[in-house]
Structures are given as structure tokens and as C-alpha cells.
């Protein structure tokens, strides 16, 4: 990846970032009538080092898988939804659209026109999955090590993940969710996963008095 890349990937991490420290702070305009900035400045560190574990490797998974796939690979900022993220992220804690992407170009393999097809849909499904499972891996992790260590931060990236996968996987938007329609089953077994990982997250939180994640601003 060169380096606009990885400035562009460091720029939607701050992004999302800055989504997740609104919620922790209390949650966006639209939803309390103001946002708590000193909470947001003071929880920002938490959420950037939760946000650059939880979307880094989402995205650095597509690169790779991509690249072992032979495709050449770029990963690029969107102006235009980057704004309406940060906009959002201030009014709901919630970016709504994905700033950035990983562009692939795509190889042109010497086959007929079926068997292309065939390969280039079983590659799009490869690439577009593996963010989303990486991002349940370390959802699985995260509430497993809560619940053995009882350290909430791992709470905080198990939930995190969770629900980042939920979300890419949604089937529109460009999400990656979109791309893996030609598998449902595929795509149904994932959002499952991720619903249920969230659903578990929520009542671990219930049980064990935690998810009151204002308190762990520095």
C-alpha cells in the first residue's frame, strides 16, 4: 500500500474513531440534544486505539486477501462520504456510510467468459468476507477475554467489532455485505454470526454491570 493509502486509511480510523467517542461520550446531537465534547477530547485516546484494532486489520484483510488473489490493490478516501460520516458520527455516534474503500483492480485471467465469471464471483465473495470475519474473530476474542479477565476494555473491542461487522455486512451502500449477495447462505451465516456476537455482547454487558463506557475516558 503506498503512502496515500495509508494516509487515507489512518484518516477513516480517525473517522470512526471520533463516531465511537461520541457514543462513549453519551451519544450524538440528535439523540441527547448535545454533544459532550470534554467526554469526546477525553475519550477519543480509548476510542482510536479500539477503532485503529477493529477497522485496520478489517481493512488490511481485504488488501491481502485481493493481493494473494493477484488483483492490484489501492485503498482510498471518498470526500464526499467522509464529510457525511463526520457529520453524522457528531449527530448520531454513528458514521452512516463508509469513508474509505479498497480499490481493486481486476486482473484479466486468459479463460472464456463463464469460467471468468465464475472465478471473478468467487473472488469478489473472498475479498468482500474477509474484513467481516476478521472483525467476528476478534469479536469472539474481545468477549472472550472479558469474560475470563474481566477487563472491560476487551468488552469494549469485543462489542466494537461486533457491531462493525454487522454493519459491513449490511447488503447496500457498497457495503461488503452488498458484494457477497450472489451468496446469501454465505452472507446469512456472517450476519447471523454478527447478530448474535452483538445480541451476547449487550447481555454480557447487562450481567456484568458494565458498558458504562463514559468511565473509561482518560
Known amino acids: 500500500m503506498d503512502v496515500r493509502g495509508c494516509v487515507g486509511l489512518a484518516l477513516v480510523t480517525a473517522v470512526y474513531s471520533l463516531a465511537l ?11 441527547t440534544g ?27 484483510a481485504h488488501i491481502a ?27 448520531m455516534a454513528f458514521p452512516l456510510v463508509a469513508p474509505g474503500r479498497v480499490a481493486v483492480y481486476e486482473r ?8 471468468r465469471q465464475k472465478i471473478v464471483q468467487m473472488d ?19 468477549l472472550t477475554t472479558f469474560l475470563m479477565t474481566k477487563v472491560e476494555l ?31 447462505l454465505r452472507w446469512a451465516e456472517m450476519m447471523a454470526l454478527a447478530v448474535l456476537l452483538l445480541i451476547m455482547s449487550v447481555i454480557i454487558a447487562i450481567k456484568a454491570g458494565t458498558g458504562d463506557v463514559s468511565a473509561w475516558a482518560l
Open 21 to 31: 467517542s461520541v457514543f462513549m461520550a453519551g451519544g450524538g446531537l440528535l439523540l
Open 65 to 91: 486477501t485481493a493481493e494473494d488473489l493477484g488483483y492490484e490493490v489501492s485503498y482510498r478516501v471518498v470526500a464526499s462520504k467522509t464529510l457525511v460520516a463526520v457529520v453524522f458520527s457528531v449527530l
Open 124 to 142: 469478489i465473495l473472498l475479498m468482500a468476507s474477509a474484513g467481516p470475519l476478521v472483525n467476528l474473530i476478534n469479536a469472539t476474542i474481545g
Open 108 to 115: 484479466e485471467p486468459e479463460l472464456d467468459d463463464l469460467i
Open 34 to 60: 448535545r454533544v459532550d465534547w470534554a467526554g469526546v477530547v477525553m475519550s477519543f485516546p480509548v476510542a482510536m486505539a479500539v477503532m485503529a484494532l477493529t477497522y485496520i486489520p478489517h481493512a488490511l
Open 154 to 184: 476487551m468488552w469494549l473491542f469485543g462489542f466494537v467489532n461486533a457491531g462493525f461487522a454487522m454493519w459491513s455486512l449490511l447488503p447496500f451502500m457498497e457495503m461488503d455485505g452488498e458484494r457477497m449477495m450472489h451468496d446469501k
